[in-house]
């Protein structure tokens, strides 16, 4: 194998052939109806699905705009449309305890229905009650019972009169119940004066005969009393006997439409008799008008009571429509547990069993919730709070100021509702990874992770698949129809966005958005059919739109305000190539690294490490560097050495070991003295044996370095020298192809360091012989001569120093 080869213009970009594709235009391709290169994630969210036992609930990790959210909603709605329409639920007035409001599980499509059929029974009841209780044979014998019980509480009274009046010192006086006994004498009452003046004895022995007859009156009031209390129950038990017929009825019919809810017949036996018991409520008495406006100095109306006669319809689903896909956006506490809604009336916060409002996972209760994780872990308190949910699988309101520990005044507890559902977080690749690292319930209740690939391999099948994408957005969006030209100018573009030639990327966002910008370009040019030139168009116009900084960088390369002069050979300096990222964009930008070797034992100085400019990549790469030097030239004797190295006009941290094999170079041309050419530019990483490892963002490197050539003039002779392991991430532009193409530009590819010294600097590395050294005129041979030289200065130094202290 060539130590070093010059790359040609094929090498630099995979073309996709349109001919190979078999169609002129996407009219005559199907519409994708599969996920596209996410065969393994596909199998395993089915696998996520199929397993009914607790805790298979899915994570799907991978880049945004990879397709994730789509493809799962598509699959699992084709699943749910052939499973079980789950169960409706409602909650009901809690007869025993109002706070805690009873959950009702009813047959799907019967919720509704039971809803309509109270509202219409209690409707009737308020009418058919009160005619019940004015019919006339009601009305008949509830006056025979105040009559019979009339008749004997008078004849109770009319006997102690008797028995007064026939007592002359004693007289009532009044009627009813505001008869007193008063002194008299003969039969007529004494005035106060007239009852002074008598003698004591006499007005003792009358105030015995008063008091004897008001314990008399006492007891024949009593009677009296007991007698219309036993009236008026004997009354209200018939108006109850009357109502519980007028209810029962009624009550057997709807019973014999819920059969298949035990729930619901036991609620309704609650509510007949709460009826029974409250059926002057259901009477023009019950709602008289200083009732009512009672009520509304309280702000409540006559119609709160009949609410307890009503349900609360939490879950409705169409019973044709499978199990439910549910996707929540906005996973806020309250949108995903629901709530128990209040309203202030003069000050005070009142709710009911009615303003109990559902959430997403009681929406998708029997079937499947899609959720974005990095929402649900923004939003205080959810993710404890569906944790909780999945773990004990019930489902209870939200209670914020709970969770919080706040006192609250009384709400409602309602009854938790059984919960059987499939949750589904969609998020990135380090939100998994931190979860699964840092919540030990993580594993238990997410045990599938989905991992959609970021890219897929590029072959006539994914091909023709990005052709099928393409048809589908057209028919759904409907957008113009794309050549075969086009829609290879796409496939081209995936590679591109996938870093590698033989790799197509499977962020079909990015896809999809060009696929618009492409198709307005052929709309503004009133074409009817999407060429390439309208892909190569919108390609450039987002350039344009999404590279100011890159432009601006370009025009301080321009005008001198960064240092770059790509001409001549110089000793300790060689350009290598930053990568900056901005957003969803990243260019290069040469960066010149400058090298001082002098006599010294300090080693090698990082300036940007020292000045703590570096990261935890660039310090290992630079240590792996240091690495290298021992291990090719201080096997056998010490290296004394001190140099320095620094990048020139860079003043943010630098990241990564890709400048690693440019320090190097810079390094070894200042300790032996050749110069380097610096028309080139150099990216790579380094291990301790020399090798040259790939590096990442090696397109936008080389792209970028090109445009800075470009600014100060193409002359012929510049170049890059890359990791030979990068070639297949080479997606280059058509003008750098071009340019390469006619010469103008070079790109070089090395497998290890050695390869690059005769680019450099026209001088062979040099390979150590059998003695250890190195042949003569080699970079590696200079190298040695140098560090040699300085061992025997430094000896000579040593040695003067003693020679002055034996002086």
Same mark, same amino acid.
């Given at each position: 194998m060539e130590r070093s080869i010059e790359l040609r213009p094929q090498e630099l970009h995979r073309i996709c052939d349109p001919s190979?594709?078999? #169609?002129?235009?996407?009219?005559?391709?199907?519409?994708?109806?599969?996920?596209?290169?996410?065969?393994?994630?596909?199998?395993?969210?089915?696998?996520?699905?199929?397993?009914?036992s607790k805790g298979y609930n899915i994570f799907a990790l991978g880049r945004a705009g990879s397709g994730r959210k789509t493809f799962i909603q598509q699959d699992l709605r084709a699943w749910a449309e052939k499973e079980r329409t789950p169960s409706s639920w409602c909650y009901g007035f809690n007869f025993r305890n109002p706070r805690h409001p009873k959950a009702m599980e009813l047959p799907t499509g019967k919720g509704e229905l039971l809803r309509a059929r109270l509202d219409a029974l209690i409707a009737e009841l308020k009418r058919a009650i009160p005619q019940a209780l004015e019919a006339d044979d009601v009305a008949n014998r509830r006056s025979k019972i105040y009559e019979e019980r009339g008749r004997e509480a008078s004849s109770a009274m009319e006997a102690f009169r008797k028995e007064v009046e026939s007592n002359p010192d004693v007289v009532l006086i009044g009627h009813q119940d505001g008869v007193v006994v008063v002194p008299a004498k003969d039969g007529q009452p004494l005035s106060k004066e007239?009852?002074?003046?008598?003698?004591?004895?006499?007005?003792?022995?009358?105030?015995?005969?008063?008091?004897?007859?008001?314990?008399?009156?006492?007891?024949?009031?009593?009677?009296?009393?007991?007698?219309?209390?036993?009236?008026?129950?004997?009354?209200?038990?018939?108006?109850?006997?009357?109502?519980?017929?007028?209810?029962?009825?009624? #009550?057997?019919?709807l019973k014999d439409l819920n059969q298949e809810s035990p729930a619901v017949l036991k609620h309704l036996d609650a509510m007949a008799a709460d009826i029974v018991e409250n059926?002057? $409520?259901?009477?023009?008495?019950?709602?008289?008008?200083?009732?009512?406006?009672?009520?509304?100095?309280?702000?409540?109306?006559?119609?709160?009571?009949?609410?307890?006669?009503?349900?609360?319809?939490?879950?409705?689903?169409?019973?044709?429509?499978?199990?439910?896909?549910?996707m929540e956006s906005n996973p806020s506490l309250w949108n995903l547990l629901g709530r128990v809604e209040g309203q202030v009336r003069f000050g005070v916060m009142v709710t009911d069993f009615t303003r109990i409002a559902?959430?997403?996972?009681?929406?998708?209760?029997?079937?499947?919730?899609?959720?974005?994780?990095?929402?649900?872990?923004?939003?205080?308190h959810v993710w404890t709070a569906l944790k909780r949910t999945l773990r004990t699988r019930e489902l209870r309101p939200a209670d914020p100021a709970g969770d919080l520990g706040i006192m609250v005044t009384e709400t409602l507890e309602p009854e938790p509702i059984p919960l059987n559902i499939k949750v589904i977080l969609i998020g990135e690749p380090r939100t998994y990874y931190l979860l699964n690292n840092a919540d030990p319930e993580f594993e238990e209740l997410f045990k599938v992770k989905v991992d959609f690939t970021p890219h897929m391999d590029r072959t006539p099948e994914t091909e023709a698949g990005y052709a099928a994408f393409v048809a589908a957005?057209?028919?759904?969006?409907?957008?113009?129809? #794309?050549?075969?030209?086009?829609?290879?100018?796409?496939?081209?573009?995936?590679?591109?966005?996938?870093?590698?030639?033989?790799?197509?990327?499977?962020?079909?966002?990015?896809?999809?958005?060009?696929?618009?910008?492409?198709?307005?370009?052929?709309?503004?040019?009133?074409?009817?059919?999407v060429a390439r030139s309208h892909v190569e168009r919108a390609l450039d116009d987002r350039y344009r739109r999404n590279n100011r900084p890159h432009k601006e960088l370009l025009d301080l390369i321009k005008r001198g305000g960064l240092s770059f002069e790509p001409h001549g050979r110089e000793v300790g300096q060689v350009h290598g190539i930053g990568l900056m990222q901005v957003s969803d964009e990243a260019f290069g930008r040469p960066i010149r690294v400058m090298c001082s070797a002098y006599l010294g034992a300090e080693g090698v100085i990082n300036i940007e490490r020292e000045a703590q400019m570096s990261g935890r990549l660039h310090s290992k790469g630079f240590l792996v560097l240091s690495g290298y030097l021992g291990r090719t030239f201080a096997r056998s004797k010490p290296l004394l050495l001190s140099a320095s190295l620094s990048f020139d006009q860079l003043y943010e941290e630098v990241e990564g070991d890709s400048a690693s094999a440019a320090e190097l170079y810079a390094l070894l041309s200042a300790v032996s003295g050749v110069p380097i050419r610096q028309d080139l530019c150099v990216t790579g990483a380094i291990n301790q044996?020399?090798?040259?490892?790939?590096?990442?963002?090696?397109?936008? $490197?080389?792209?970028?370095?090109?445009?800075?050539?470009?600014?100060?003039?193409?002359?012929?002779?510049?170049?890059?020298?890359?990791?030979?392991?990068?070639?297949?991430?080479?997606?280059?532009?058509?003008?750098?192809?071009?340019?390469?193409?006619?010469?103008?530009?070079?790109?070089?590819?090395?497998?290890?360091?050695?390869?690059?010294?005769?680019?450099?600097?026209?001088?062979?590395?040099?390979?150590?012989?059998?003695?250890?050294?190195?042949?003569?005129?080699?970079?590696?041979r200079l190298v040695v001569e140098q560090l040699e030289e300085f061992v025997r200065e430094w000896k000579g130094l040593s040695d003067g120093e003693e020679a002055e202290a034996e002086e």
């Open positions: 190979s594709l078999g #169609f002129s235009t996407t009219e005559e391709v199907a519409p994708l109806a599969a996920a596209l290169g996410q065969a393994e994630a596909m199998q395993a969210l089915a696998f996520g699905v199929s397993v009914a007239a009852y002074a003046a008598l003698p004591t004895e006499v007005r003792e022995s009358i105030d015995e005969k008063v008091r004897a007859a008001s314990k008399g009156l006492f007891v024949a009031q009593r009677r009296m009393h007991e007698l219309r209390s036993e009236a008026q129950s004997l009354a209200e038990d018939l108006h109850r006997q009357v109502t519980r017929s007028v209810v029962a009825h009624r #009550f057997s019919i059926w002057e $409520k259901f009477t023009p008495m019950g709602r008289d008008d200083s009732g009512e406006a009672a009520a509304a100095a309280l702000g409540q109306t006559g119609e709160d009571f009949f609410i307890r006669y009503r349900v609360n319809l939490i879950v409705t689903p169409d019973r044709h429509a499978g199990a439910p896909v549910i559902p959430g997403a996972l009681h929406r998708a209760n029997g079937g499947y919730l899609i959720l974005h994780a990095e929402e649900v872990l923004s939003r205080p957005r057209c028919e759904k969006e409907e957008l113009p129809s #794309f050549d075969a030209t086009a829609v290879a100018a796409l496939v081209e573009e995936g590679s591109r966005l996938a870093g590698n030639q033989w790799k197509l990327s499977t962020r079909f966002r990015a896809i999809r958005d060009l696929v618009r910008e492409a198709a307005h370009v052929a709309s503004q040019a009133e074409a009817q059919v044996d020399g090798l040259i490892l790939p590096v990442g963002g090696v397109t936008p $490197k080389v792209e970028g370095v090109f445009a800075a050539f470009e600014q100060v003039g193409l002359t012929g002779e510049q170049g890059v020298i890359v990791p030979r392991r990068n070639i297949e991430n080479l997606v280059l532009r058509r003008r750098i192809r071009d340019a390469v193409a006619e010469g103008q530009f070079h790109i070089h590819a090395i497998d290890r360091v050695e390869d690059a010294w005769p680019i450099l600097t026209g001088l062979e590395a040099g390979t150590m012989q059998e003695d250890e050294t190195y042949p003569e005129g080699t970079v590696h």
